[in-house]
């Protein structure tokens, strides 16, 4: 028997709501979008993304403010929750996407350490983080992560 995978499932409960989604990656690299699109027809649901590595592309593409990253830095619940508006706002989708943190594995401190990971849902109603300690090696912590948002994703889609 074929397991139904999560971002099928994702896909098939955005289709059913008719809703779209943006994602606006930082540390996952784009794994996220990349997954959804992994489903044919995604097209459908699925209108864009930005890798958003740098400080300046956070600013200039998804509209996080200066000093959001001055005051609590690039990996940060606010950072995650401004990401998310932003693509959402910017590409005009019903869901909006944020993952921001430290794959690792080094740029990890004692405050911010390597599998510290914000990620955030935003649609017009409001937003959700949920702040994530995950461990291994990077491509461990990035599959992590995208397996989180789309539990997120997947849990917020079917209570509506």
């Known amino acids: 028997m074929e397991t139904e995978l999560l971002e099928e499932k994702v896909g098939q409960l955005l289709l059913q709501h008719s809703l779209t989604i943006a994602c606006a990656e930082s540390c996952t690299g784009g794994l996220l979008t990349s997954r959804l699109t992994d489903v044919a027809g995604s ?41 998310a508006l932003g693509i959402r706002e910017r590409i005009g989708t019903d869901i909006g996407v944020g993952i921001t943190g430290i794959a690792g594995p080094g740029g990890g401190s004692a405050e911010k350490p390597v599998g510290l990971v914000y990620i955030s849902l935003s649609d017009a109603k409001g937003t959700v983080i949920k702040k994530n300690n995950f461990s291994g090696t990077r491509r461990e912590i990035k599959q992590q992560t995208t397996d989180k948002a789309l539990t997120m994703l997947l849990d917020y889609l079917t209570k509506k």
């Open 43 to 83: 097209s459908a649901y699925v209108l864009g993304s930005v890798v958003s590595y740098s400080n300046e592309v956070k600013i200039s593409h998804l509209g996080v403010k200066p000093d959001t990253l001055a005051r609590v830095g690039a990996v940060s619940e606010e950072t995650a929750r401004e990401m």
